[in-house]
């Protein structure tokens, strides 16, 4: 009987039941109806597109055969959720702003949002603390956990395979593979025994006969003989794979695309005995020409743009961002200096180094998503005689705490380590935020942290950064824009800059380019006390502490950093030295600061420029 063919209206969805009951053909509009919505939307307010565009038949099938959120559905990364918002009722209108939805797993968001995320590789820790409680509980439940190829490869993602493997806590484990392959003999004779472990029948006689021998010691041995035989039988004629060593039931490769075979696929997984490594295959960017043919990542996260030719909406030809500039100078830096290298987590195009990848192929390292390997790594770079220079986003080196402070300050090397994205960081929310490196890098001893206000600053800080002998220079810069420039002028690098000696007894000190806008404004605006920019953040220079100490009032202004950073570094050094004035600190509260614009988070915290010149004045 031929199908007939229903359409939903996906901005009518309330809750994502219906899928279960759709045809394949009707299933296929409906996919190809999300994606033109996700298109849509992500040309309008930005986001992740190639990710979306690549798991929503995998989303679509997942609701099939689950009942979430009775099951829990555990993301990792969570930037693949848009299908799985829309399927649940969320609209994708106005992503990211202020009071909508968010382009990130949140509980506090639905019920069918397991687990927050925004990191990668933590779903498989996720999903075995899910397990482990539906296990106490006695909860008939299903735990599934989705992770990308490229996540499946981080040490947390092997610690918890490593754990999980030798426990009877069972979950399902979906590969989302898009990229890199991972390596799976085929073939009859192994379909077959996939088939066979799969099958309810015969894990329902499998089960009675470990029962029924295991009730003796004669029958305990029968059956440890001949579990050897038939596991001896199977690893001749069926080569194992990884997680078959680990104590997993691997199937797969399936094609992500197809949800008829997906079905299949997940009611097999469902009858398992044990945890399922279960592997799809999908294309990331499926559905839109230009990130169906990306290689560079361009489309992963993506700016407004056209989606009929592709090109960018919000260009600005005279301005140059951070990351471009920083990206430039490594390069230049390598050309000047034949013992460096240089070390990235997966970050290549979001901090804009193809540049010095392309020149220096040899000397440039992009370990994938593994921060923690890259820090210990560049620590033995410096032992074995090269300079390493690595670079991160800031709410990735969090992640890497303990491997700056054992593996590189501990051991006194001379380290470039350069934090992109720092400060507020708008719509991605409390998960990307670079505002806490301050507050955690001040217990690290030898780490000399600066942010410049200036490309120049910017350019004459990364050569003293590769000097020997110069340790930790971290410099950390936001993601914005400034105007281009022609040449860049060397400036000296001293930690505090005191740009006017005022006449009365009160002074600003100030952080970064918003800093710099603010003690203009105040110098345009008849401000009487004296202007610094702080230049070095950590450690406070004592000799800049001390001539404060004569003063009524001091006032630190840092919108890329908590209180517990900067300006808290600064009143405990004043406290210390004996200062009687007044102190007050303009940053962010430690808190974790949601999704919006930087413009509408820095007035919500009280550190935009307008608020704090009317509190100063």
């Known amino acids: 009987m031929k199908e007939k063919i229903e359409r939903v209206d996906i901005k009518a969805i309330k809750e994502p039941s219906f899928v279960k009951t759709l045809g394949y053909k009707s299933l296929a509009v409906l996919c190809h109806d999300i994606r033109n919505e996700i298109i849509d939307v992500v040309s309008k307010h930005g986001g992740h597109l190639s990710s979306n ?10 609701h099939r055969n689950f009942d979430f959120p009775k099951d829990k559905l555990i993301f990792d990364v969570s930037h693949q959720c848009y299908a799985h918002k829309i399927l649940t009722g969320r609209s994708l209108e106005n992503l990211n702003a202020k009071d909508s939805t968010s382009g990130f797993i949140r509980p506090d968001e639905s019920e069918y949002d397991a687990f927050g995320a925004g990191h990668s590789s933590t779903s498989l820790s996720v999903a075995e603390g899910f397990a482990n409680v539906r296990d106490l509980k006695k909860e008939d439940i299903y735990i599934v956990a989705l992770i990308g190829d490229s996540s499946l490869v981080n040490g947390l993602s092997f610690e918890a395979l490593n754990h999980i493997g030798g426990r009877f806590k069972k979950f399902i484990i979906v590969v989302n593979d898009n990229d890199m392959s991972i390596s799976r003999p085929v073939g009859s004779v192994g379909k077959f025994f996939r088939g066979i472990s799969t099958a309810k029948s015969y894990n329902k006689f499998k089960n009675g006969y470990r029962k029924l021998l295991y009730s003796n010691a004669p029958g305990r041995a029968i059956y440890r003989f001949s579990k050897a035989v038939k596991e001896r039988i199977k690893r001749t004629l069926v080569p194992l794979t990884l997680f078959d060593g680990l104590g997993y039931t691997y199937m797969g490769p399936f094609n992500g695309h197809d949800i008829k075979a997906l079905d299949k696929a997940f009611k097999r997984a469902k009858n398992s005995t044990k945890s399922v490594v279960l592997h799809v295959v999908t294309q990331k960017g499926k559905g839109y020409a230009p990130a169906e043919n990306d290689k ?5 996260g993506a700016t407004p743009f056209n989606k009929e030719t592709g090109e960018p909406l919000n260009v600005h030809p005279t301005t140059v961002s951070w990351p471009h500039i920083v990206g430039d100078f490594v ?24 540049g010095a990848f392309e020149a220096y192929p040899d000397r440039c390292i992009d370990v994938g998503i593994a921060e923690e390997h890259a820090l210990t790594m560049a620590g033995a770079t410096f032992a074995a005689g090269y300079h390493p220079i690595v670079c991160l986003y800031s709410t990735f080196l969090q992640r890497a705490y303990d491997e700056l402070l054992h593996d590189c300050a501990r051991n006194k090397s001379d380290l470039t380590l350069l934090i992109d994205r720092a400060g507020l960081v708008g719509k991605d929310g409390d998960t990307h935020m670079g505002i806490y490196d301050e507050a955690y890098l001040k217990s690290i001893p030898g780490i000399n942290l600066y942010m410049p206000t200036t490309f120049d600053e910017l350019k004459s800080l990364m050569d003293m950064s590769m ?3 110069s340790g930790i220079v971290a410099i950390r810069y936001p993601h914005t824009l400034m105007p281009k420039q022609d040449s860049y002028n060397e400036v000296e690098i001293k930690p505090w800059n005191v740009l006017e000696k ?5 002074a600003v000190i100030a952080v970064g380019p918003k800093g710099a806008e603010l003690l203009k404004t105040l110098k345009d605006n008849g401000y009487k006390g004296s202007l610094i920019k702080a230049l070095r953040l950590l450690p406070v220079d004592e000799k800049d502490i001390k001539s404060l100490l004569g003063y009524e009032k001091v006032t630190v202004y840092d919108s890329y950093g908590t209180k517990n950073g900067f300006a808290e570094a600064v009143a405990s050094s004043l406290l210390e030295n004996g200062f009687k004035g007044e102190f007050k600190s303009f940053a962010i509260p430690n808190t974790f600061v949601q999704h919006s614009t930087i413009a509408e988070q820095e007035k919500e915290y009280g550190v935009d420029v307008d608020s704090v010149l009317k509190e100063i004045l």
Do not use: N
């Open 53 to 62: 565009l690549g798991v929503v038949e995998l989303t679509v099938a997942l």
């Open 296 to 300: 560079t990542g361009y489309w992963h």
């Open 331 to 354: 390069k230049e830096e390598m050309a000047k200096h034949e013992d460096s290298v240089l070390i990235c987590p997966a970050m290549i195009k979001g901090s804009h180094l193809e």
């Open 467 to 469: 000097t020997k002998g």
């Open 502 to 506: 005022g006449d009365s007894k009160e």
